[in-house]
């Protein structure tokens, strides 16, 4: 069998070369599109479209619910990874399918779900009216239609990583007398951070995008229960396509900083595992 490696050049460069040209076309180009066009109109025009107070509030609005949604999904995916590798009980593979339940519906039908249960007409509604309790066009509705789309993203990625680590640790340091929760902050969160961190940066980066369902939740009140990518559709439908670009280049600066806190991440993990080799 023919090792890889021995490939003749060419083939070595035509692939690298249709993944630069698939990049380039469904990145690179969007991404200089998204910011001529949010310039195009110049400096002064870019500036008032991403500080005019619908914009801030968006923004601000944003940052909450990753606030929010960011940790209490981190939560959840350490207690969740925690349990389906550390412990035998039955239902397993049923909470392991559910975790993985956000995979396969369409974001808009879980918008569509929270309006069910919580909207004025739904089976909670009239319980929460009763009590002057607002989940539906408001921020809680906001905060838990992203906590459903990007609930398994820490737990995925801690999953695996747990599994292929096994107990052995954690059962020598119940042996030697820690308590549960030292052996969790000494020994599991030790071994799990580089996999806990990449879980969270994912994490935080889709509930910064998250459209589909925060759409069909939020009401489109402008000012007060529109994200970020909202904010660019009502802009673009109105036809302020210089305030719909200026606008869509802030979320777009805002992941390309978290691709470069992903690499630095990956790299220091490399880095460590390189010295832990040595």
Known sequence: MQNITSEPPYIKWTLITIALLFLGFLFILPLVSIFTDAFR?????YVTAVTEPDALAAVKLTLITVLIAVPLNMLFGIAAA???????????NIL??????????????AGFVFVLLFGV????????????IQIIFAVPGIVLATMFVTLPFVARELIPLMQSQGVTEEEAAICLGANGLQTFWRVTLPN??????????????RAMGEFGAVS????????LTNTLPLHVEILYNEYQFAASFA????????????????????????????????
């Open 41 to 45: 109109r110049g400096i002064d025009v």
């Open 82 to 92: 925690w349990s389906i590798t550390k412990f035998q009980f039955r239902g397993k």
């Open 96 to 109: 392991i399918s559910l975790i993985d339940l956000p995979f396969a519906v369409s974001p808009v039908i």
């Open 121 to 132: 007409g739904g089976y909670l509604g009239p319980l929460l009216l009763q009590y002057n």
């Open 192 to 205: 799990i951070k580089w996999g806990l961190l990449y879980g969270v940066i994912l994490c935080n980066a």
């Open 216 to 223: 069909v939740v939020s009401g489109h009140i402008r000012g």
């Open 247 to 278: 606008v869509a280049s802030v979320l777009v600066m805002l992941a390309i900083l978290t691709l470069i806190i992903k690499g630095i991440i990956e790299w220091k993990h490399e880095k460590e595992q390189e010295r832990m080799g040595a």
